[in-house]
Every structure is written in C-alpha cells, then in structure tokens.
C-alpha cells in the first residue's frame, strides 16, 4: 500500500490540573518548578501476502511538562508528533483546562462535566464554567457550544450535516460527598441559523432542537449504615423549533412550569426519567434494592446516549462468612420495555448473577461467576406469531483456581480457569439458527526469581464453540487450542530488561486447518538516571488452511525516552 509522509499534530490539551491546598512557599522554596518527559520512536512494517496495514517507516515525537506554582497550583501540557496516513484529514485539537484551588473549581476551554446521570452526563462542550463548594454549600455552572455546525459540500457529500449547538447547565445543592442534594438544570437550543441548507435525503432527521431539563439527585446516609440514591430528572426535548406554538392552557402542572422557560411547540415531549436505590451494609452482610424507569424517547443533550423506554427491578445481596475467607455477592433484576404501551410487543428481562470467592489459605483461592440473561417477549398491541417469538436464555459460568508457592526469592502461581457459555432458544421454531455453546480451559504457570529478574510463564488453552448448522453443513464445531510460553530476564544490575514471548495456536473449523504463529521480544535499557531505550520486535504468521490466505506481518520500534 502506497502511503506518503504527514507530520501532524495528534494532540495537545490541559488535561484536568489540580490544584491543592499546600502550605504557603517559604522564602527559599522555587517559585516554578518544570518537569516532563519527551519521547521519540522510530520503526520499520513489512508485510506480504495482505495489503500494509501501516506504513513502512512510522516515527514520532511525544512530550510533555508539568509546570508547578506556589501555592500548590500544577499546570500538565502534553503534545505528540508523528507521521500518519492518508487518511488522516486535520489534526485533532482540544484545548482545556480545569484549574482548582482549594473549594473552587474553573473549566475553560473544552471540558466534559457531570452534574447527574439525566442533565449534564459528561458531554464535551467548548465553553467556560465554575464549580465552588465551600463548606457544605455545592454550585456549579457551565456554559458552551455542546455542537459545532457542520455543512455539507460537493466534494464531501457523505458527510451528515449538524446545527450548532449552545447551551448551559447550574446546579445548586448542600452537603458532602457521599451525603448531598443538588438540584440541577440544563438549557440547550440549536441555532438554526448555523448552516445554510440540508440535503433533502436528511430533512426529516437533521433538524434545529431545543431542550430543557430539570433534575434532582442525591445520595444520603439516612441512618447507620443505610444510604439512600436518587436520580430523577424531567426533559421537555423540541425536536424541532420551527414547529408551531402551541397553548398550555389545560396541560399539566409540569408542562406549563416547562412553559416558563421553554416555548411548547407541537414537536415538543415532555418525559421523566428516575433511578432510586436504598441500601444497607454492615460488616458481615449487605443488601441494596434498585429501582429504574426511562420513558420512552427521554433525553437530555448533556449526554451523548442511554437506554430509554426501560423500566427494571433489582435486589443485590452481599455476604462474608468463616472470618472473610467466603464471600459471597449476587444479583436479580427484572426489566421490561414499552412503557407507553404502543409497540407490537412486550420484551421481559431477568438478570442473575452469583459470585463466590474462596481463600481459606495464603496458597490456595477459588472465585466462581455465574450469571444467567433471560429474555422473553409478550403481545403488545398486536399478537406475537410463534415462529417469530423471542425467547432466549443466556448461561455463562466461570471457575479461576489457583494455587501459590512462595519461598525467599522465588514466586510461583499455578492457575486454572475454565469458561462455559451457551445461548439457548426455547423457541423450537428458531433454536437451529440461533442456539450455541463455548468453553474455553487455560491452564497457566508463572515462575519469578526475585533477585535475578528471571522469569517464565507458560499456558495451555483449548476453545471450542458449537455454532448454528448452516445449510449444507453437517460440522459447525470450531476450535482453537495451542500452547504460549514467555521469559523475562535483567542483566547488570537490572538495568537491562529483557523479554520473549511465543504462541502457537491451531484451529479447526469445517474440516480446514489453519495455525496461527507470533512470536515478540522485547527489551529497556536505563541508560542514566533520568534516559532509558526500548526495543520491541513482533512477527506474525497466520495460515488459515485456505489457499491464499496466508501472510506474514514484522514490525519493529526502537524508542528513547528522556525526563526532566
């Protein structure tokens, strides 16, 4: 593959500096402090029998500094340098900084912040804003563009086209992590004014929306022991803006509260969405009930997605026994869909899961996972055809065993893990196209002196997946099974690490046989205080028993690494 040589730069943004209460500088003290790293590598990639999957000679530069002030004030600039592919159109650039001092917070530049899991989740935004918990007193405010527009052109018509969208969210609560309630809203609009036409093909889905969201969330310590979550929010989400106004004479106390400070228009929804959990935990045992409705087509523009139109049920027990060395968790829930009761059918969930770990001794431990997904559909509006019925169950079982001998300078750990999974359908109408089983063995040793910096690892796996029987074909078992054997080694004074590692994997499928090889090595070599060198080499060798398919892929880097 022809490629031609980019320097682009990846990446440079403040990423999130604290700053913490410290002591005021003495007269001695450095007023700045400056320290970083900086990196650069250099490679080479051949392949043959595939087309490259990256370019012959990759190299790059990366670094960063971290410039500290009096007063406990860190400020962390990073920047990478490389070369890319044709594919790369612009470098990717985020400014951002969140500088904090003692109670107060300040967002500048491109961000991402949480008020609660329904209003501001964690979407980018280019902006500003505050938060300042002085106290027992919690506030916060934001304020950006949440969208850059986006237009389409001739040369580029696959592109979707987007509005712009600005927005801004405040919060107001009382109390401490972990024991606190904050009212938060949340206030966005696209200007549908930002680009100047969209293709017909999107009109109905590319259009300027408006949203305003009012939540509530809160996590209290009701008595000892006992916590109480909630997070409750109600979205009044104007798919189009340019719809017509319309009245709130009659609507309910909700809807003409949103009136207020939103314009109801025909494309306007008004939905609600709540998580509530209570609790208990002590010392031996613990118990938390949770509780979770989503109305259909909820949302918020300070999240980017989640799952709507689902209500759910859950109980999550937690229990220690003989002095902790058995422990015992597990889970049950229930969830449903079409809420609004206008689908064709009904899907029912039930969720379980049990989870043991055993440690009677230093030497031996067992843990067990289990967890089974049911899944079920009822008639809505329309009755379900038997054929078509979804009615699925889904078991997955895991047993990790292990045992450790441990001497003075030597480490050993023997482990066993083995996995079983299988989809089963109780429709008998589709279970020969759907149902199907896996259990995977690993079968593991790892060996370590700790004076030498010798060690080994090795590991026997075995795969084997029954799939549906295709049409025509009598043998849908599949496996892949090998061994992987690993070394490490330091020399002088461990200032030379070395490792190797190697697989070999076999896999049956269809009456073909096909191998997987790779093989890596690796080495870093601290050549001051403050420089090291690293080498990494890989080769890869994949025959799948089809005639042309095999190929071969080698690569290698070569890295030096400075810190100041």
Not at 80 to 103: A, E, I
Not at 216 to 234: G, P, S
Not at 272 to 279: D, E, L, V, Y
Not at 291 to 307: C, E, L, S, V, W
Request: charged residues 15%.
């Amino acid at each position: 593959m022809r490629s031609s040589l980019l320097l682009v730069l990846c990446g440079f943004w403040l990423s999130s500096p604290t700053w913490a209460q410290t002591d005021p500088p003495t007269p001695k003290s450095v007023p700045v402090k400056v320290s970083g790293g900086l990196n650069a590598y250099a490679g080479f990639y051949t392949a043959s029998g595939i087309a490259a999957r990256n370019q012959s000679s990759p190299f790059g530069l990366s670094g960063s500094v971290t410039v500290a002030l009096p007063g406990g004030i860190s400020l962390p600039f990073s920047a990478v340098l490389g070369n890319q592919g044709n594919s790369f159109r612009q470098p990717f650039n985020q400014f951002g900084v969140s500088p904090t001092y003692k109670w107060a917070t300040v967002h500048a530049g491109y961000r991402n912040v949480s008020f609660s899991p329904f209003t501001l989740a964690g979407h980018t935004f280019l902006g500003g804003g505050v938060e300042l918990n002085p106290g027992k007193l919690r506030l916060g405010a934001v304020y950006g563009r949440f969208n850059k527009a986006i237009s389409t052109n001739l040369a580029e018509p696959d592109i979707i086209p987007a509005y712009q969208r600005t927005g801004y969210a405040v919060k107001v609560g009382y109390g401490k992590p972990g024991n606190y309630v904050d009212l938060i809203m949340l206030r966005a609009k696209d200007d549908s004014a930002s680009i100047v036409s969209v293709p017909q093909s999107v009109t109905q889905t590319v259009v300027p929306a408006e949203n305003l969201v009012v939540g509530l969330t809160t996590r209290l310590l009701i008595v000892k022991h006992i916590t109480v979550e909630l997070d409750a929010a109600v979205s009044a989400f104007t798919r189009d803006v340019r719809a017509s106004i319309v009245s709130g004479e009659g609507s309910s106390p909700i809807t003409r509260f949103f009136g207020q400070l939103l314009t109801p228009r025909l494309s306007t929804q008004v939905t609600q969405a709540t998580q509530a959990a209570i609790g208990y935990r002590g010392q031996q045992a613990g118990i938390k009930l949770q509780y979770k409705r989503i109305d259909p087509n909820f949302q918020t523009m300070g999240a980017y997605y989640f799952q709507s139109d689902i209500e759910s049920y859950a109980i999550a027990p937690n229990l220690n026994l003989l002095e902790g060395k058995l422990r015992l968790s597990g889970s049950y829930g229930i969830q449903y869909d079409n809420l609004a009761q206008n689908k064709s059918a009904r899907t029912g969930r039930t969720i379980g899961s049990l989870v043991v770990s055993y440690n009677p001794e230093t030497k031996f431990g067992l843990d067990v996972q289990l967890s089974n997904y049911g899944i079920s559909q009822q008639a809505g509006i329309r009755p379900i055809i038997d054929t078509v019925r979804l009615a699925q169950n889904s078991l997955s079982a895991t047993v990790n065993t292990r045992y450790t001998l441990q001497k003075e300078d030597v480490l050993q750990v023997f482990t066993l893990t083995t996995t079983y999974q299988k989809l089963s359908d109780l429709n008998a109408n589709t279970a020969s196209q759907t149902e199907n089983n896996n259990v995977n063995l690993n079968l593991g040793y790892f060996y370590q002196q700790t004076t030498t910096g010798w060690g080994f690892n090795g590991m026997l796996s075995y795969t084997q997946t029954q799939l549906p029987i295709a049409v025509g074909d009598s043998n849908r078992t599949v496996r892949f099974y090998g061994p992987t054997i690993g070394a490490t080694q330091a020399f002088f004074d461990k200032k030379l690490t070395t490792s190797a590692s190697g697989s070999y994997l076999i896999n049956q499928q269809s009456g073909l046989l096909g191998k997987v090889l790779t093989i890596s090595a690796n080495a870093g070599y601290q050549l001051a205080k403050r420089q090291n060198l690293s080498l990494a080499i890989n080769y890869l060798n994949s025959n799948t028993g089809i005639q042309g398919q095999t190929f071969n892929e080698l690569r290698g880097n070569l890295g030096y690494g400075i810190s100041f």
